[in-house]
């Protein structure tokens, strides 16, 4: 694995700067355009796809985590508990603002996301906006080619449209089991299995010179060797990546590794593409809220060097700065959230080497707090053991941050913080669910794309919230 040094990263941002002022002389050469919502009052900083000269909005809308309907309304038949007027209404805003990038995939927010999508998409004219979805064939049922079909057929008439825009393998890098043994696979052997070795990736080469594939990619977390493969069948000219997602923040730009040993550090993924000349697609800028919801302590020091500016709006800032990037994934369920990630974009203000320095700093300071890097993505649910994995993490993460993991019973404060965690605990996770039910079954581990080794840490906190419950008396 080569290491890129701290200062490739001005190499890498550059461009970005320099771009800022004169972008609209470059994209007048773009062969597709946002047509009348391009027009001179949006702001929006925009990148150029230079395989396929789309004009994308840096802010990309993640369709993740939708709106839900208030507790206790009826559900709709074809959407379930999900908000399809809110959604509309956020999408409408967000092409308004010059977001058009919207990724969701088969697996998204139950099943439905795609569908919620192309309902809202579908009210606006087809070239406003570019479609981003995934072969989400993640169980071992659906590694033959018949089956990654399906879902490519199923995705087109969710999401109501002919053609896909930016069609990615999902997920590449994840493990899982052999389907005759059941033994575990390594995320190279499940890589090959699932996109290779049964000629689903040929096919899907095929649909885009059919034209119902316009861009052709991956995501990738976990096994590096999948990510080398990949990579290397692109050198080799049997398949094109147009674009590739990553994983890409300030603190994985050189602690991904360090975290839990297993990812590989985003200043490592984002400079393989940037030699080959491929687009960078970006996930997880806050790291699942982690960057938006850091401590007092360091939320003060953001404060004191900027006080106008947002937490979120120092990690938003930093994954759009590379001049690689074509868009930066949001998963935005409020409109708020909304309103002011376009803000942030509206137009970019790149880091400069200072502001580098100074969240390499900030990376240091929120490594140092050894929470679980838990994304709260969903992959690991259900657990057959009905347990509430990333409300777990989730609990044990914010006590952390907000100093209410006691580590000795004799500090005066003691009291204070085990009442915190216990109480705390009960009331986000219902006791049913908690760690402590956990027996190391270890099918979870295979579906984290932060490479968690998830009953390890399960049996952490319930090692950890055991103590403090014999430890004292009443709460």
């Known amino acids: 694995m080569n290491t890129i040094s701290r200062r490739h990263f001005l190499k890498y941002l550059a461009g970005s700067v320099a771009a800022v002022a004169p972008a609209s002389a470059v994209l007048t050469s773009c062969k597709r355009s946002l047509s009348e919502n391009t027009s001179e009052d949006i702001k929006m900083t925009m990148r150029v796809n230079p ?38 209404q956020q999408i409408d805003y967000a092409l308004e603002h010059g977001v058009n990038y919207f990724d969701t995939a088969p697996v998204y927010c139950r099943g439905l996301s795609e569908r919620c999508t192309g309902i809202a998409l579908k009210r606006h004219p087809r070239d406003k906006y570019f479609i981003a979805t995934k072969l989400s064939n993640f169980d071992n049922r ?8 399906k879902m490519f057929e199923n995705s087109l008439k969710e999401l109501q449209t002919d053609y896909i825009d930016y069609l990615l393998l999902h997920s590449t890098g994840g493990g899982g089991r052999d389907p005759e043994t059941g033994e575990n696979l390594s995320g190279l052997e499940v890589c090959q299995r699932r996109f290779i070795d049964n000629g689903l990736t040929d096919w899907l080469v095929e649909q885009k010179q059919a034209g119902r594939i316009r861009n052709l990619g ?28 990553i994983e890409l923040n300030y603190l994985d730009w050189f602690y991904a590794n360090e975290i839990n040993g297993a990812n590989v550090d985003a200043v490592t993924l984002y400079g393989e593409l940037e030699k080959r000349g491929i687009p960078a697609v970006i996930m997880e800028p806050l790291l699942g809220g982690r960057l938006a919801n850091v401590n007092d302590e360091v939320a003060a020091e953001l404060k004191q060097r900027d006080p106008e500016a947002t937490i979120a709006s120092w990690a938003f800032r930093f ?18 959230h909304l309103e002011e990630n376009v803000k942030t974009y509206s137009p970019l ?23 679980i890097p838990c994304t709260a993505c969903q992959y690991c649910m259900p657990c057959p053991y009905g347990i509430d994995i990333p409300a777990n993490f989730t609990h044990f993460n914010r006590c952390i941050r907000e100093g209410n993991t006691p580590q000795s019973s004799g500090s005066p404060t003691y009291r204070k913080q085990r009442r915190a965690f216990l109480v705390g605990y009960d009331r986000s996770v219902p006791r049913l669910r908690q760690a402590d039910h956990c027996i190391g079954c270890n099918q979870c581990t295979h579906h984290c794309p932060q490479q968690i080794k998830i009953p390890r840490e399960l049996q952490r906190i319930s090692a950890y919230a055991d103590k403090l419950r014999r430890e004292g008396g009443p709460l």
């Open 51 to 88: 395989n396929s000269g789309d004009r994308v909005g840096l802010l990309g809308y993640g369709m993740m985590r939708l709106p839900m309907l208030p507790e206790g309304s009826p559900e709709d038949p074809q959407t379930g508990r999900f908000d399809q007027e809110m959604i509309n």
């Open 142 to 149: 659906q590694w033959p080619l018949e089956a990654g079909q």
């Open 218 to 245: 991956f995501s990738w977390h976990g096994d590096y060797r999948a990510f080398e493969l990949l990579l290397r069948l692109h050198d080799e000219g049997r398949y094109h990546w147009d674009f590739v997602q």
């Open 319 to 336: 994954a759009g700065t590379p001049q690689g990037v074509l868009t930066v994934l949001s998963g935005m369920t409020f409109m708020e």
């Open 349 to 371: 203000q790149p880091i400069t080497e200072e502001d580098h320095e100074f969240l390499m700093h900030i990376a240091e300071e929120i490594f140092g707090q050894k929470e």
